[in-house]
Structure formats: structure tokens, C-alpha cells
């Protein structure tokens, strides 16, 4: 079945860092949502991917969507505490299934 | 609009009770998604619902676990019998389908714990 990686599980970064991560699917999909989860909250939708080699940018942060829509990316620019959290990717084949990643979990140092 | 409403947000019971969370969706979405999240298995989608009909449940982990959609504004998701396995955070989750695609608003979690 559709498997979605993402990588790394864990990022310790000093305030003030960039902070990236990644995601890769088996499968060809047909979009990519990414999705933030504060400790003790709940998933929160940041944004969504559709055509091939998106870019989109939302303040200090930079989504890209590879050329072959199997893979995608979260940038953050100058990181800052409040970017403490869990970052999830969610890619949604054209059978019209989701498949979260596991996450990676950012934590800053101030 | 109040968002995705779960009940109760935290429940603790002991294994071989039923156990039985509660979802309403954001009203006018006509998806609804039942999501388990643990530390060992992360996010996981257990079943979903397309105007109220059951459409994926291949994520359902075995037969005490069901989940209804009466109407529209209203799911449940029942276990029984609990487990101490089955001690995670349920979310669920709605959205509408759109042509530019289905963002995915969650609710706050039931947060379970069967000893």
C-alpha cells in the first residue's frame, strides 16, 4: 500500500536556525497537505500542494512540491520558539486515500 | 462555526469496558474521519464517512472497534471490549469536498486510557 516517509523524526535547532523537512512517498500523488501539531493539540492544516514543482510561502515558511509529485518539502526560515511542534505531511493519492507521515518534531532552544 | 466538537475529551476506564467517543463535524462538511495517535504507530486513519456512508474502514484494527454515522452532525466510535492497547488519542476529523482539494479540520481528541 501507499507508504509516506518523512524524515527526520526529530530536529533540535538554536532559535534563529533554519529548519527543513521532508517528505517522500511510494506513490504518485495527487496532492500534499502539511499539517502543524503543537504538544498536547491537535493536527492544524497549514497548507496544501497540488501541481507539479509548487512552491508556496507563508511568512518564514517555504512548501515545496517535487516535479514528480512523490515528494514534497516544509522550509522554515530563522526559527522561532513558537515554531515548537510536530510538523505532519499528509499525501492523498487519486484513489482519493490519505496517508499521514510520522512527523517530525521541532524543538527549539531560545 | 465551533469547529469539529469530540466528547469526552478524556476518558480512563478499565480494560473489558465499553468505551464509546462521540464526533460532531463542522457543519455543512460532508467527510468525517476517525484518527487514532500513538507514540509507537503515529497518526493512523481508522475509518471515514462520505455523507454519513462508510466508505474506507480497512483501518479499523479488529472487531471491537465500530463506528456510525446516524446523520449528518453526529458519529460515534465504540470499543468493546477495551483494552489497555487501545490507550491513545482518537481525533476526529471533517472536511468538504472541494475542487481544490479536502483540508482536514480536526477536533480537539478524546484522550483514552484503559488500564
Known amino acids: 500500500g501507499q507508504q509516506v516517509m518523512q524524515i527526520p523524526q526529530y530536529q533540535h535547532v538554536q532559535e534563529g536556525e533554519d529548519f527543513t523537512t521532508y517528505c517522500n512517498s511510494s506513490?504518485?500523488?495527487?496532492?500534499i497537505q502539511w499539517y502543524k501539531q503543537r504538544p498536547g493539540g491537535h493536527p492544524v492544516f497549514l497548507i496544501q500542494?497540488?501541481?507539479?514543482?509548487e512552491v508556496k510561502k507563508q511568512k518564514r515558511l517555504t512548501f515545496q512540491f517535487g516535479e514528480a509529485k512523490k515528494n514534497s518539502s516544509l522550509h522554515i526560515t530563522a526559527t522561532q520558539t513558537t515554531d515548537v511542534g510536530t510538523y505532519f505531511c499528509?499525501?492523498?493519492?487519486?484513489?482519493?486515500?490519505?496517508?499521514f507521515g510520522d512527523g517530525t518534531t521541532l524543538t527549539v532552544k531560545p | 462555526d465551533a469547529g469539529v466538537i469530540q466528547s469526552p475529551r478524556h476518558e480512563v476506564t478499565e480494560m473489558g469496558q465499553e468505551v464509546t467517543l462521540r464526533c460532531k463535524p463542522i457543519?455543512?462538511?460532508?467527510?468525517l474521519f476517525w484518527y487514532r495517535q500513538t507514540m509507537m504507530r503515529g497518526l493512523e486513519l481508522l475509518i471515514y464517512?462520505?455523507?454519513?456512508?462508510?466508505?474506507?474502514d480497512s483501518g479499523m484494527p479488529e472487531d471491537r472497534f465500530s463506528a456510525k454515522m446516524p446523520n449528518a452532525s453526529f458519529s460515534t466510535l465504540k470499543i468493546q471490549p477495551s483494552e489497555p492497547r487501545d490507550s491513545a488519542v482518537y481525533f476526529c476529523?471533517?472536511?468538504?469536498?472541494?475542487?481544490?482539494?479536502?483540508?482536514?479540520?480536526f477536533g480537539p481528541g478524546t484522550r483514552l486510557l484503559v488500564l
Open positions: 500542494l497540488v501541481k507539479s514543482g
Open positions: 476529523a471533517s472536511n468538504h469536498n472541494t475542487f481544490e482539494g479536502r483540508t482536514q479540520y
Open positions: 499528509a499525501g492523498r493519492t487519486n484513489a482519493g486515500k490519505s496517508t
Open positions: 506513490t504518485t500523488l495527487s496532492n
Open positions: 457543519s455543512g462538511h460532508d467527510y
Open positions: 464517512f462520505n455523507n454519513n456512508v462508510p466508505i474506507d
